[in-house]
């Protein structure tokens, strides 16, 4: 249900949400568990005819994500976040705080760097800069080879 912009989960849907549980051998409890939401797929599944193949699919992700979230009454915005959302903001806040493309890849599993790189490259952007300020201190200092130490750390562990 929409109020003022919002979607909210009120007492109107929680009562609906206990009436499809206790129409399918649930414990009406109105929250919507993983066990409520197994039935509403099911629901779906029947009433997908017309629907393209691309909005099956938008559905069958939708559900899935879902299916992994319980909501209760008062659960407000609950449909314009998704699992997915949290994991671009989880990869945003690793990239901000300094972690490299192959730490960013090992935490979301991705198979390849080149994956990680193409999806969040602009946050990487910043990378070259702060290069750039090292090697020219660097230089500036007259020592090759070395790093200033006001490199930021993942700049200062230079291989040998």
Do not use: N
């Not at 129409?23 to 009433?47: M, N, Q, R, S, Y």
């Amino acid at each position: 249900m929409r109020t003022a912009g919002r979607t909210v989960y009120d007492d109107v849907l929680a009562g609906r949400v206990r009436r499809l549980q206790a129409d399918h051998g649930l414990e009406p409890t109105g929250t919507c568990g993983p066990e409520t939401w197994a039935v509403l797929a099911e629901l779906d599944k029947a009433h997908r005819d017309g629907l393209t193949r691309g909005q099956k699919v938008s559905r069958t992700r939708l559900l899935a994500t879902l299916a992994r979230t319980t909501l209760a009454p008062g659960a407000e915005d609950f449909d314009t976040l998704t699992l997915h959302d949290l994991r671009h903001t989880a990869a945003s806040l690793a990239i901000a705080g300094g972690a490299s493309v192959k730490a960013v890849q090992r935490l979301l599993g991705h198979e390849s760097p080149m994956l990680t790189l193409s999806t969040y490259a602009g946050l990487f952007e910043d990378d070259l800069d702060a290069v750039g300020e090292v090697m020219s201190a660097g230089f500036a200092a007259g020592a090759p080879g070395t790093v200033p130490d006001a490199a930021p750390a993942r700049l200062r562990a230079v291989p040998s």
